[in-house]
């Protein structure tokens, strides 16, 4: 089943900034798909159509099957986002914005509370928790992003830079209960800058450059893609094949470089 279903996608900026130029990306079930490219191409204006936050001006976005138009929200009770810039009340503690955010997804209360308790301690968050958000550092800003992304156990993840910030340790913990949460079905979009990460951790790879998807591969069948499509029979790393894809205007020798070095 496809969870996630792109068509068309076109969306134009004032000044004519074109974002999407035409945007196809659809997503199996149980899947954790790396969404890269390089800035400007398209990554947080597809995820905010997608989270409802801005209008397309034409093209169709079908979740779990269904539909989705300006006016829907209901959707959004099967999908968990971390946006790009996330949106905190920031005067709550880390518990109140956990407890408003399980009650807008409508887990009961008793539920809501053990879940609340487990987060906190998954995420260290447990010693702050009756601090205002406000005074939280970037990382952890993020972690209670992710974990109000995750508290109402999720179909679809949508997560724009999820790792940005946080400690290594934490980082290895969330990644090892994405790839959990796959497992057991759950679809995972995740967008990133950093490439290793998206290597080591998806299933699937697609490259977004000027608004369209210009490379789309699974990870354990690049090798042959490279070959077929770009020409090369190995590759070092998905940064060589990102360079590739959409380095161009690259010097001869492949290194950018400043005047005066």
């Known amino acids: 089943m496809r969870t996630i ?3 068309g996608l076109i969306k134009t900026y004032s000044g004519g900034v074109k974002a999407l130029d035409g945007l196809d990306l659809s997503v199996e079930e149980g899947t954790l798909l790396g969404f890269v490219g390089p800035n400007g191409a398209g990554k947080s204006t597809t995820i905010n159509i997608v989270a409802g936050l801005i209008g397309k001006d034409s093209g169709e976005v079908r979740l779990l099957g269904e539909e989705i138009r300006p006016t829907d929200y209901e959707y ?3 999908v968990g986002f971390v946006l790009d810039s996330p949106r905190y009340i920031d005067k709550l503690t880390a518990r109140e914005y956990l407890r408003f955010v399980a009650a807008m997804y409508g887990l009961e209360v008793g539920a809501a509370a053990a879940r609340i308790d ?4 998954f995420f260290d968050l447990e010693k702050k928790r009756k601090a205002r958000i406000d005074s939280y550092s970037a990382g952890m800003k993020k972690k209670i992003a992710l974990a109000a992304a995750i ?3 999720p179909r679809i993840l ?7 910030a946080i400690d290594p340790v934490s980082a290895k913990a969330i990644k090892d209960n994405l790839k959990l949460m796959v497992q057991q079905g759950t679809t995972v979009l995740l967008s990133s800058h950093v490439l290793d990460t998206v290597e080591k951790l998806c299933d699937e790879i697609a490259i977004i450059n000027k608004g369209r998807i210009v490379f789309r591969s699974r990870m354990g069948e690049i090798r042959q893609r490279l070959k077929s499509e770009l020409g090369k ?4 790393s998905l940064e060589e094949i990102f360079i590739d894809v959409v380095g161009e205007n690259r010097e001869r020798d492949g290194v950018k470089k400043l005047s005066w070095l």
């Open 76 to 78: 959004k009770r099967n």
């Open 233 to 236: 029979d190995t590759y070092t």
């Open 158 to 164: 949508i997560l724009d830079e999820p790792l940005e």
């Open 151 to 153: 508290i109402h156990r």
């Open 5 to 7: 279903e792109l068509t």
């Open 118 to 121: 487990e987060l906190l301690e």
